[in-house]
């Protein structure tokens, strides 16, 4: 038997206590590694290597045969925030919300209504639009913008509570582009990308370091010189002095920009 995450979003901590530091979150239909067990403390690997400890209650067993089944059938990514996830068909039983990020096993789709399997094995049914734009950048920003009035949540990864790498990791996993879950590793996937502000893309990232030279934030641009992060809450500020956006605190603190061409 796997386990997957069962709830819209589970956190997980550095220790088994609720009282230690939330570190990151797994989203609905994750599938985790189980490391070790203390009471009702899981200690577990995410699928980006990310490793913590959460409660058994955010988690459900899931039989290798319905799990094999599911992987192979098409996937709805959840690019709408606080999506609603209903019992029938004609979406008047709310039993849930799906996050950003999630991916459901589609059963059957009717125009713009998917009929979805729920973690449990029971059937669900919710409403989303087709992504209709191709161009990659364009979607990155447009789901970034989603996430505006968003509060910062150290940890999080969702439209409920994020923070900057949750951030950058969500939206580009809608797009089907894996990347780490901290910015500190992020870096590392485009560290030969470096790029002069001027030639820089919507979706091209901007990295912060402190005054150790530690890589401890990063934001998308907008478009050059507007960047959209998260930091207190999610915000757009801009790299230009004369800009009313301007940071000079975050200006100070620019590592670098990167182009995510590569990663496209």
């Known amino acids: 038997m796997k386990k ?18 939330v570190v990151t979150q797994g989203i609905m239909w994750e599938l985790v590694e189980m490391l070790d067990k203390k009471g009702d403390w899981i200690k ?3 699928p980006d290597g990310y490793i913590g400890w959460t409660q ?14 599911t992987k ?6 959840i690019h709408k925030p606080f999506t609603a996830i209903y019992s029938d068909e004609k979406l008047n039983n709310k039993i849930s919300n799906a996050s950003l990020g999630v991916k459901f096993p589609i059963i059957e789709k009717k125009d713009e209504l998917y009929k979805v399997y729920l973690t ?11 992504i209709t734009e ?34 950058t990791q969500t939206v580009l996993s809608i797009q089907n582009i894996a990347i780490p879950r901290d910015a500190s590793q992020q870096i590392k996937l485009v560290k ?10 919507p979706g091209d990232l901007v990295f912060f370091q402190n005054e150790n030279g530690s890589i401890v934030h990063v934001a998308f641009i907008l ?7 998260s930091s207190s809450e999610m915000k757009i500020n801009s790299l230009d002095k004369d800009d009313e956006l301007y940071s000079e605190k975050l200006f100070k603190m620019v590592e670098g920009i990167y182009s995510i061409e590569n990663l496209l």
């Open 223 to 229: 478009e050059s010189p507007i960047y959209i992060h």
């Open 120 to 130: 449990n094995k029971n059937i669900g049914y919710l409403k989303q639009s087709q």
């Open 72 to 77: 192979k059938m098409e996937h709805l990514t």
């Open 44 to 46: 577990l690997k995410l």
């Open 192 to 201: 030969d990308y470096k790029i002069e502000l001027k030639d820089a893309k």
């Open 4 to 21: 997957i995450v069962k709830t819209t979003f589970a956190n997980i901590y550095d220790n088994p206590s609720f009282q230690s530091q």
């Open 56 to 69: 058994n209650f955010f988690l459900i067993e899931i039989d290798d045969d319905f799990y094999k089944q």
């Open 134 to 167: 191709t161009n990659i950048r364009k979607n990155i920003i447009s789901i970034a913008k989603s996430f505006l009035g968003t509060s910062y949540q150290w940890g999080g990864r969702t439209e409920f509570g994020i923070d900057c790498s949750g951030l």
